[in-house]
């Protein structure tokens, strides 16, 4: 079970959101290389990244952070972008800079051809973000819901050759309340490809929680909010869960 910080761009600063809320956002560094470095220090095999401006733009916003953090990280691990990628050129432009997966979540669903087009562009590179709520997906940075189920649509998305789904459960990201294990497990097994964790990793116990079920096709869990107000210890956390997938 990989842990992956999720480090969360807007304006240029490292912040973490509430439930998506754009004015409620938590500064927590100016510095986006430098944070980087800090999780990689800490253990990280992979990094998450997420435009928060470039979400509700439909563009890229924060490109001179990402690469900063990109030029910090270099080869060492591989980094996951989403935020605002809607057309194929901007794909192109996020690889060449050296991201490894790029992550398509509004534009897939409201524009399924344009998924299938990346997927065949580049095979092996890009992952698909859903988030859902009481089994539906929402769109637009959560402020819509559609009425897609969302088991439905990874089947379909998978079909097109994405690498991996990353599955939000948008009433507990970023509120610290645990993840929901059983949604998330629902959806992994209904799929061949991975899928990873994302929202409401609170502690300990929730890793444990995704470990223990790891098998079932979870091959990793985002975390934020946790592992920057002290809640989890990230090294931990990792040293935890490669204990448990190692059977000891």
């Known amino acids: 079970m990989l ?11 490292c912040v973490r959101l509430k439930q998506g809320v754009m004015d409620d956002a938590t500064v927590f560094s100016e510095n986006p290389g430098a944070m980087a470095r800090h999780w990689i220090e800490q253990g990280a095999r ?11 733009a439909g563009k890229p916003k924060n490109e001179s952070a990402i ?15 989403g935020g605002g990628i809607r057309d194929l050129d901007t794909i192109e432009r996020c690889l060449d800079d050296g991201i490894t997966y790029v992550i398509i979540g509004t534009a ?16 092996g590179h890009i992952i698909v973000g859903l988030d859902a709520k009481d089994g ?9 819901m559609t009425g897609h189920d969302v088991i439905d649509l990874a089947k379909k998305f998978e079909d ?8 939000t459960d948008i009433g507990r ?3 610290l309340s ?21 929202g409401g990793i609170a502690s300990l116990d929730d890793v444990k929680a995704l470990c223990a079920v790891a098998d079932e096709g979870i091959m990793g869990a985002i975390t934020g909010r946790a592992i920057y107000e002290g809640k989890l210890d990230f090294r931990k956390a990792q040293a935890e869960a490669d204990k448990i997938a190692n059977g000891n």
């Not at 897939?108 to 095979?123: E, I, R, S, Y």
Request: net charge negative.
């Open 108 to 123: 897939a669903v409201k524009n399924p051809g344009f998924l299938h087009d990346a997927c065949t562009a580049f095979p």
């Open 160 to 167: 097109y050759g994405v690498e991996g789904v990353i599955y």
């Open 3 to 13: 842990l992956i910080p999720a480090i969360d761009l807007k304006d240029g600063h």
């Open 136 to 144: 539906k997906v929402a769109v637009d940075g959560w402020s819509k």
């Open 67 to 81: 690469k900063a953090i990109l030029q910090e990280v270099g080869e060492e691990i591989p980094v996951q972008l």
């Open 178 to 198: 645990g993840v929901n294990v059983e949604a998330t497990v629902k959806l992994a097994q209904a799929l061949r490809i991975p899928v990873i964790a994302s």
């Open 46 to 56: 992979r990094l998450h990244l997420v435009d928060l401006n470039g979400a509700f």
């Open 173 to 175: 990201d970023g509120m």
